[in-house]
């Protein structure tokens, strides 16, 4: 095997190792995106075909609805990845949306104390809180925690 067949083996397999999958699936629509974040960042591939390699790892509902919205020629290109993402986003993060009111909902309506809650079980609850809302993006100032507690 030459040389050139070997660097052409190479990039064969790059093409399909590592490519994240993603099935439409909603409670795994923020680790999907993290994914294609890394993906992204790693890949030594060429940045105009990475969009289409992703579209082709879609399984599922996440498969039919992208082939229904996106015509691959339009991802083979350097702009693709962000058409790509802005995709999935718009198609299946209501769900992460739901998932961040759930969790505003909770620290600001549920966060008291309960009338046989020790001290400590609170403090840990509420820790756990604003653990969830940073993970959020959302970030709660010292003085405004400290009069929520």
Known sequence: ??????????ARTMDHKD?????GEPGSVKDYLKRVELFELVDGGDPSTKAVRLLSALKGPAWSQAMDALEPSVLNCPEGMLVFKSFIRTAFAKYEVLE?????DEFLEKCRRRGNEE???FANRFKALLVKMKRINVQIPETLAGYIY
């Open 1 to 10: 095997m030459g040389y050139a067949e070997r660097q052409w083996h190479r």
């Open 119 to 121: 001290h400590r079980a």
């Open 19 to 23: 490519v994240p999958s993603f099935d």
């Open 100 to 104: 961040e009111a759930e969790i505003s």
